[in-house]
Structure formats: C-alpha cells, structure tokens
C-alpha cells in the first residue's frame, strides 16, 4: 500500500540533522491488526490534545487492560475520560485532533496513532484514526505495574517549577512529550504524543527551562518538524513512586549541534517552561522497576557526560 508523506517541517528537520529527508514512511491511515490487539493489552494511553488556547497538553487515561479497543481498523474506542480537575480535560471535545501512544513498559512495545475525537459519552470517547504507525523499543525502562486506588486530590497551578517539580524531573527517566504541526501541514500533520528517555539526570535544568537531549531514533522527526512549524510543547512527567503526575506547557527551540551535551545526544531542545500543574497521587498505579534499556546505558546525563 501507499504510506502517508511526512509534512514539510518534518522534511526539514530530517534534513537539519543531516540525514537524507524522507518522503514517506511506514505510517498508515488505519490500524493494522497487530496494533488493535496491542491497544487491547494496555491498562493506560498516553494523549495529547489541544487547551482552549490551542497550546499541546499531554496527559494520560487509564482502566482496566481492554479500555482501549478497536472495533474496526480505523476507530480506537477509549472506554475512559480525562479527570475533570486534568488540565487537559478540555480538549477531549468532539472534533478536536488528538495524539495517542501506547507502551507497554513490561515489554517496551509502543505504538501511536493520530486522528479525531469522533464522538464522546458518559463511558468514554471515539478516535477516528488518521495516522498510525510503530516504534522502537529504545529508551523504555522496564516496569511493572500494579493497580491501586487513587486519592482525590486537587491539582496544584504552579507558578514554576518548584523544588519538589525540580526533584522529578531530575529523577526522571521518563518524560512524554506533546506537539503539533502548523495548520499548513493539512491532513499529513496533526497532533503528536511522543515518549523520551534516558539515564535520571537526563534532562538538564536551567531555571525554569528544561533541557532535553534527542538521542537517535526512527530519524521520523515527528517531535522536532512539529517544533519547527509551531514550537508550543507539552511535557508530562510521571513520579512512579508517588504516582504524582507534572504536567507543563513551554515554548522550545532546537540546537541541532550542540557543543556540549550528553553521550549520545545527537541534538537537544530547551523547553521555556510558561505554564505547570502537578497531580498528586492521580496515577493508579503502583510500578516495580525491572531494567533500564541497552539503548539508555549507553547515554550520559547533564551532570555527568
């Protein structure tokens, strides 16, 4: 079959890296089979959406595994709902673009999809499935999680980053990130949920920007063409311990040669982070480490390169 094109700021980023710019890609219009079973696996999704001012939120939706299922190859039927204090909440709307990316950190199989709310209810929502393809396994740490009851509390604005949202991002090895491409881009853009990792440490803190490395990957570049055409971002962070969740909303910019960076670093981008919001104890889930990836042991961290 044909495979979608890239739209141009994805073009461009590829040939910014100095990689040989891509037309087309394994990504399809529809979900194959493989990919409706893995969805079924999942007992949580991780989404991006638009807020009413059309900045990426990133977030997530959880049940129990079999709330995500595909009743057809071009519909992804979500039987859960954003919390209503979720920051995010309000782009979950009928029409509005949504990104999504399952990944299963017991196994380190991901797979993502991009398209429209078709329809919502009391139960849940509807994506009608525009793009959608696979990705590696690289820089997933190994967990594994088990349910849990979550307490109901309100979530925090916060002014910047304060010194406990410094301590998870400098634990982290995990983040999750939330882009858009410039409404030029048409059907061939859209809204992005893309997963980074690396070493705790692997994202560096300047004040209230956060640095982050771009390690090699599918050399796709959904994240950085989104980010060249429209350098609004949103980044979620997850405290595996406490099941805390910080959600932020910043503008970047690439540095496509970096002179100082962490191993394996091929680029990196600086988040101004402008806006924060963190959810105490909203993961339901308690997680048990297993590993880290070859791949993230072989990366550096900003303290020690």
């Known amino acids: ?49 638009l807020d009413q001012r059309g900045w990426p939120m990133a977030s997530l939706l959880s ?17 859960a709902l954003p919390a209503p204090d979720d920051p ?45 393809f696979g990705n590696c396994p690289q820089y997933i740490q190994r967990r594994l999680p088990t349910e849990r009851p979550t307490a109901a509390n309100a979530v925090e604005p916060l002014a910047g980053l304060d010194e ?5 991002i400098s634990a982290a090895d995990t983040l999750f990130v939330a882009s858009r491409s410039r409404p030029e881009a048409g059907p061939d853009g859209g809204l992005d949920m893309s997963h980074r990792g690396g070493n705790p440490g692997f994202v560096g803190i300047e004040g209230d920007t956060l640095v982050i490395p771009d390690f090699r990957g599918n050399r796709f570049y959904n994240t950085l063409g989104n980010l060249l055409g429209d350098p609004r971002a949103g980044l979620l962070f997850i405290d595996f311990d406490s099941g805390d969740l910080l959600q932020l909303q910043g503008t970047a910019s690439i540095d496509w040669h970096p002179q100082d960076a962490p191993v394996g670093a091929e680029r990196s981008w600086r988040l101004r982070v402008e806006r924060a919001w963190r959810r105490r104890d909203a993961l339901p ?7 880290s990836a070859p791949t993230t042991l072989a990366t550096g961290t900003w303290s020690r390169t």
Do not use: C
């Open 285 to 291: 889930f308690t997680w048990r480490f297993g590993d």
């Open 63 to 79: 049940g129990r595994a079999g709330f995500a299922h595909s009743p057809d190859p071009a519909t992804l039927r979500i039987d």
């Open 1 to 49: 079959m044909d495979f979608l094109p890239f739209h141009r700021d994805e073009i461009t980023a590829q040939s910014l890296a100095g990689h040989v710019a891509k037309g087309r890609a394994a990504i399809r219009p529809f979900m194959p089979d493989q990919h409706r079973e893995f969805f079924a696996l999942l007992p949580y999704l991780f989404t991006a959406t």
């Open 164 to 168: 406990a949202a410094r301590r998870t």
């Open 88 to 132: 995010a909440a309000s782009g979950f709307a009928v029409g509005a673009p949504i990104g999504v990316i399952g990944l299963d950190f017991t196994t380190r199989r991901r797979n993502r999809l991009n398209g429209r709310i078709a329809a919502t209810d009391a139960g849940g929502l509807g994506v009608e499935v525009e793009q959608s």
